[in-house]
């Protein structure tokens, strides 16, 4: 997240923050204290009640509705063209899924102590939750995967927004990604009767975030650990298409995050001596890229 700083989990069940640990200061106000930050000790005792959670059940609620009209929709015109219908629902249910869970992730981000500012402007993730679902009934169609990437889209492009003005981003907000990610796809091997697809999906997602771990220990933070847990979830929701695909999930994200480095050094001329940047949203945009686009296209 953060390119000139020790980026670490440093609340171990709060949030992640591009600080080092000795940056991470108490809450309590004193000398040679400032406020705002959380300790690990205080964050280790804020767990959110589960009802904090319950609108993810939302989201997976109207994911699975798409995906039944997805799976209508293709049997009955036996061709993508019919599911334009329902990939414009989709869109429109995507907004709007993305603003109803505003609240909830104000309420995780409040409960780490991280800014909740960028929860209070929902039209962009609202946009790209909109964007993304849209492309997924498109690419899926009635695949049983459908409900796992559209859930995953929806609350990881809420995890992108938030790190990418905070440096930060709730990990509970991770894990649920991962647990409703992990239980949908389980559902989808289930139903599709796929376990290569679902052990393919969940070897990938643990390379991709052991190699992450590993770079992170190395270079002392880049990427930093919140970013490596997300990593998980979402290669997996590539590896469910194949390999080539994988390769394209690890070579988009640090792509497109060194292109937006150089373009913000360019821009901001002698002015900008080094670049904090939220890597999320590099990690959303380069899964959906390597989705969608032609695998081994990066071969050509």
Avoid at 5 to 13: I, K, L, R, Y
Avoid at 82 to 104: D, T, Y
Avoid at 166 to 178: D, E, K, S
Wanted: charged letters at 10%; aromatic letters at 8%.
């Amino acid at each position: 997240m953060a390119e000139s700083n020790v980026e670490s989990e440093n609340t171990a069940d709060g949030a992640s923050t591009s600080l080092s640990a000795e940056e991470a200061e108490p809450t309590a106000s004193g000398p040679g204290h400032r406020p705002g930050l959380v300790s690990a000790a205080d964050a280790g005792r804020r767990k959110p009640p589960l009802s904090t959670y319950l609108p993810i059940l939302g989201v997976i609620a109207v994911s699975v509705a798409v995906w039944i009209a997805a799976r209508w929709a293709f049997g009955r015109h036996e061709q993508a063209a019919g599911l334009w219908s329902v990939a414009s629902f989709a869109a429109l249910a995507g907004a709007a899924v993305s603003v109803a869970v505003r609240q909830m992730m104000a309420s995780l981000c409040a409960l780490v102590q991280i800014p909740v500012t960028p929860t209070g402007r929902p039209i962009v993730p609202a946009v790209a939750t909109a964007g993304l679902w849209f492309g997924a009934v498109m690419i899926a169609g009635g695949d049983a995967i459908l409900p796992a990437w559209l859930t995953v889209a929806a609350l990881s492009v809420w995890a992108a927004w938030i790190d990418h003005f905070t440096l930060r981003f709730p990990l509970p907000l991770i894990r649920a990604v991962t647990a409703a990610g992990l239980l949908l796809g389980a559902m989808a091997v289930v139903i599709d009767q796929d376990p290569a697809a679902g052990l393919r999906a969940v070897v990938a997602g643990a390379a991709i975030f052991a190699s992450y771990l590993v770079f992170a220990i190395i270079t002392r933070g880049h990427p930093g650990l919140a970013d490596v847990r997300l990593s998980f979830i979402l290669t997996a929701a590539v590896g469910w298409v194949g390999w080539m695909n994988v390769a394209s999930a690890v070579l988009l994200p640090n792509v497109l995050a060194v292109i937006g480095v150089v373009v913000t050094k360019v821009s901001g001329g002698r002015k900008v001596r080094g670049v904090e940047f939220g890597f999320a949203p590099y990690l959303v945009v380069g899964t959906a890229l390597a989705i969608a686009l032609p695998a081994g296209w990066w071969m050509l």
